[in-house]
């Protein structure tokens, strides 16, 4: 069974820094796709960031250039450094876990909800003006 615990969230200033970890117990870390998802109240969950078990990455056009997703094998950890927090990144945020059955796949798959699995049960981040 694989369990996903996130922490680093919390409330910042606009301009300002955070960066999410997300633990995952269980077997097979270093070849599961792994991903960030969020979501604001009232909206749908999105796809914001993933890195596969080849380190290819991908990034919603939004968070492009501010947010970087990583991922430490050896302590079975995936990180999300934030900069430039904006209002608008205010949402809790997810982190999710699939396995790589059936090879690679497009990166644009890697932000599609219905690829993961396995889910976290949040972090709250908030940025204020």
């Known amino acids: 069974q694989v369990q996903l615990v996130e922490s680093g969230g919390g409330s910042v200033q606009t301009g300002g820094s955070l960066n999410l970890s997300c633990t995952v117990s269980g077997n097979g870390f270093s070849s599961r796709r792994m991903a960030w998802f969020r979501q604001a109240l009232g909206t749908e969950r999105e796809g914001i960031a993933a890195?596969?078990?080849?380190?290819?990455?991908t990034y919603t056009d939004s968070v492009k250039g501010r947010f970087t997703i990583s991922r430490d094998n050896a302590k079975k950890t995936l990180y999300l450094q934030m900069n430039s927090l904006k209002p608008e990144d205010t949402a809790m945020y997810y982190c999710a876990s699939a396995g790589s059955s059936g090879g690679r796949v497009p990166l644009f798959r890697l932000l599609v909800s219905d690829l993961y699995n396995y889910w976290g049960q949040g972090t709250q981040v908030t940025v204020s003006s």
């Open positions: 890195i596969d078990r080849e380190l290819r990455t």
